[in-house]
């Protein structure tokens, strides 16, 4: 799945979107409040789904000289996160070639397809600059493929910051000396077990005037969310241009990735009651572990509701095919009433839409408790690292790159955009948000930052070391635009006093925490023991068969060719390892668990 990033981004936000990393990469990709999968997204990123846009084009003599006096060099990116395969190009292409001299040549197993990875191991050099999943990282270091850094990082004005987490990272790493090989995804500087965000990563979300048109119904469980959309859809079955439109669209190009088990859409929405997909394991509100392939837990509840909504009319036919730009087009034309991303609103909350009523907003479902994970302190789980090939010109470029990366004006650029395009300085320090619409209408950008249009040169790194929730130094405020106060101020539309009328709260979080119904997990730090070559094929045969059996069961014709699918699915997991698997899962988790009810137990 896409990076995921893949940030918490206020569904109402105008434009939170980012690449969507995969969040299985993707979406999103830049997700404050979710996991790595979460993040995918990207969004994320997601550019990223997930992703927030704006800052000004940055003096580069506090790099240590002007790009001129630096040999133009290419930095090989080996990204887990990135939805696109290529030389980053456009305005974010400019900025670092005008910082650094470098090219950004981003290999994408997303787009390459995972045995990229292998292939690339076997050479024994996966790349310049590596962002990997965490086994992958333990890997990479037993192997000696990655860089000890240590020596260079705590020089760094801005890594050096966030040294408690990166040592934390790597201190937990087996047969550790004190070296530093790599440095956590979107960290956060607030502590392991806040919340700080306004909405979390998934949640239903309707367009809130069809939402109102239906009379703002209670919704008691899926079945009645199933009715709302129904009417919805009965209502308005063509957008304003004509074009077919659905409750549901759905996307399989992002399903297996962030080390889950099952189709990307599935594993997502698990989480609105309370239980969280752990690769062949279900992790439920009471701290124990079930089995995927439990009929009592949300992997087959919610699959259940996909298979609902598809014999009741409401799922795109083009779901079983396209991919998450094709939905993404779908969601930006209007043709889509439910959405479980976040940041997936920004491809569709602008100003005008939040003014007009027509935007999309987190409506309860009585029957459904929301997991959450608390601020990524330790980061999201993923890892950046610098591949041990490199040379000596290689690494310190790479190093001040990524030094600046981290910095607040490399933070802008990732989570704000660019400067009186995106966003413009008030009088008082604080910014503004303009332009909403540049990320979903790929707005033409300005000459000065080389044209094109904006989401086609937005960050195609899809991957954060500095969460967007963190404070900006330079402002005062995060650098989440939709915690500016300006834009609070300009979003308190009726629409949003409507919401609040109705649900009691000023957002998400606070009527989730009001009706206590919000599971937000501490954010952790552990090492997790890599998988042995067997598992990993096991893992790999058995996600093949749950996302092809799960692809088959949505288009089951009633609930007893459902239930005969899904027993057929057990049974032949059984034969492939499944229950060896599980094991191998269950020693795995039960470390992060533990460590995630200490965390706890602490506060």
Known sequence: MKSKKLLALICATAMTAGLLAGCGSSPAAGSDSGDSASAQGSASTEASAGQEEGNAEGDSSNQGGTASDKE?????????????QGVQSGWFGKVVKDRFNIELNILA????????????????????????????????????????????????????????QIESLNNGLEGNNGEIYGIPCEMLNTSPTDL???????????????????GMPDIEDLDGLLDTLEQMQKA??????????????????WDGGDNMLGIANVVQITTWYGEKIKESLILQPDNTFIPLTDKSGAYYKMLKFLNDAYLRGLVDPDSFDQTWSDAQAKISNGQVYLMWYNWSCGFWNSQARLEDGTA???????DQTYYADADSYYGTGRVWAVGSQVDDAKYERIMEFLDWYASPEGLMFQHDGI?????????????????????????????EWGGGGYNDGNNQLNQWIGAA???????????????????K?????????????????ENDVEYMKNNKVLLASPNVSVALPANTPDIDTTRNLCNTEVCDASWRMIKAKDDAEFDQMWDEMTKTLDGLGFQELMASDTAKFTIELEAKLEAAKAE
């Open 196 to 214: 700080t965000a306004e909405t979390i990563y998934s949640s239903p979300l309707l367009r809130w005037d069809l939402y109102k048109e239906m």
């Open 72 to 84: 133009a060099m290419t930095l090989e990116v080996f990204d887990v996160a990135a939805n696109y």
């Open 109 to 164: 197993p997303q787009v390459a397809g995972d045995a990229l990875y292998q292939t690339r191991s076997q050479t024994g050099n996966l790349g310049d600059i590596l962002i990997l999943e965490p086994a992958q990282f333990q890997d990479c270091v037993k192997v000696g493929m990655v860089k000890d850094i240590g020596g260079e990082i705590w020089n760094s004005e801005n890594l050096s910051g966030y040294r408690t």
């Open 419 to 447: 400067e009186d395009f995106t966003y413009v300085k008030q009088d008082d320090g604080t910014l503004k948000r303009i332009n909403d619409t540049a990320l979903m209408d790929n707005l033409p950008v300005p000459e």
């Open 489 to 505: 101020e300009a979003t308190m539309t009726e629409m949003k006093e409507e919401w609040t009328e109705r649900f009691g709260a």
């Open 469 to 487: 929730s963190n404070m900006n130094p330079l402002t005062g405020e995060p650098y989440n635009g939709t915690m500016w106060k300006s834009y």
């Open 360 to 366: 999309f907003r987190f409506v309860p479902v009585k």
């Open 236 to 253: 308005h079955p063509t957008n304003e241009a004509g074009d077919p439109a659905y409750a549901l669209s759905l996307w399989p190009d």
